[in-house]
């Protein structure tokens, strides 16, 4: 697989995100075995990235990557995430990234992954009650000690970032960017090349609407997150169900899976971008590492480029307050 580097953090293009192995989504946490299996997997196939977090679960997801990265630790770039659960004593479902939080966190991830350093560690949301310079400052004193390698922000909007980068350097901002989501091109993207900041796409399928495969809300189960996310809603869904279908006809032509187009695409935007598809599975692990391969010419980007965004938000009301635009 090709390899892009996130400021100096040198990634294959592809990396795995593993939230939904034990969080979020249908099945998820039903097969751990599946799961360890298709970690092996995408290492065995060169994906170096594997992303998790301490509220993944909370902290199953870290432990199940722990357990998946048993005597192979030193193949990855482990990245884990901060500041969605408050170490203390803020009130349940309150950002925390507090220097005093943080510290608790870090010794918590690091003991669930079974390392000894954690290669990149990021804010999971801003924290408005923490300035971003005290949480920078505690950041940089653990890549002093080495227990993290890099920092990284995610959903940070371009003040933020440039606040923390003048603090310490920042390797990697992380948000939300697909066929379906391009609000990062306008704000964050010109931020982060003018300042060497790597781009780490999460839900870059659509949250699985770009693999073509859910055509109805029936298929999720109760546990699912998307049964409540504005996208997957009434009209919206049907709406984005058409803008599914036109990278369907896109996929047809350049004989690909619509997953592995929307990927194709993201993987065009850039040598500094590394999305992270999340699977569970080995199957579908290696049709989305096979985009790696896959070229699209002007005309095909140009058609996917044209496309609407998705109707509706990416998150409920509640998660948007969290994320900072």
């Known amino acids: 697989m090709e390899h892009i580097t996130l400021g100096d953090l040198d990634v294959a293009r592809i990396g795995l995100g593993a939230m939904g192995m034990s969080h979020g989504y249908t099945g998820a946490g039903s097969d751990d075995d599946e799961s360890v299996r298709t970690v092996h997997r995408a290492l065995d196939l ?3 990235l594997v992303d998790t977090a301490e ?26 995430k901060f500041g969605m659960i408050s170490h203390t004593g803020r009130p349940r479902g309150s950002l925390d990234s507090s220097p ?36 920078i400052g505690v950041l940089a004193d653990l890549v ?21 980068h003048a603090v310490h350097p920042v390797t990697a901002v992380q948000s939300e960017y697909s066929l379906f989501t391009r609000d990062p091109e306008a704000r964050v993207l010109p931020v982060l090349r003018e300042l060497n900041i790597g781009f780490v796409p999460f839900s870059p399928l659509g949250r699985g609407f770009l693999t073509g495969a859910i055509r109805s809300t029936d298929q999720f189960d109760a546990g ?11 009209e919206n869904f049907q709406h984005n169900l058409r803008l599914a279908d036109e ?3 896109i996929a047809t032509e350049v004989g690909a899976t ?10 065009a935007q ?15 692990l290696e049709e989305n590492l096979a985009a790696d391969a896959v070229r699209l010419d002007d005309e095909q980007l140009a058609a996917l480029s044209s496309l609407p965004q998705a109707a509706g938000d990416t998150h409920t009301e509640a998660q948007m307050r969290m994320m900072e635009r």
């Open 247 to 249: 990278v369907a006809a």
């Open 270 to 284: 850039g040598d500094d971008i590394a999305p992270i598809p999340g699977t569970k599975r080995v199957s579908r």
């Open 46 to 48: 060169g994906v170096t």
């Open 55 to 80: 509220v993944y679960g909370p902290y199953a997801n870290e432990e199940l990557v722990g357990r998946a990265l048993k005597g192979r630790r030193d193949e990855v770039v482990l990245a884990t």
């Open 224 to 234: 699912d997150f998307r049964a409540e996310n504005p996208r997957f809603t009434e």
């Open 100 to 135: 005093e939080s943080i510290r608790v966190a870090v010794e918590g991830s690091l003991t669930r992954l079974g390392t000894d350093r954690i290669d990149l560690y990021y804010q999971h949301r801003v924290d408005p009650d923490t300035p971003i310079e005290d949480t």
């Open 144 to 164: 002093a000690e080495g227990k993290i390698r890099h920092i990284g922000l995610s959903e940070a909007g371009p003040d933020t970032i440039r606040r923390a």
């Open 258 to 267: 619509p997953a592995q187009v929307a990927l194709a695409w993201l993987l």
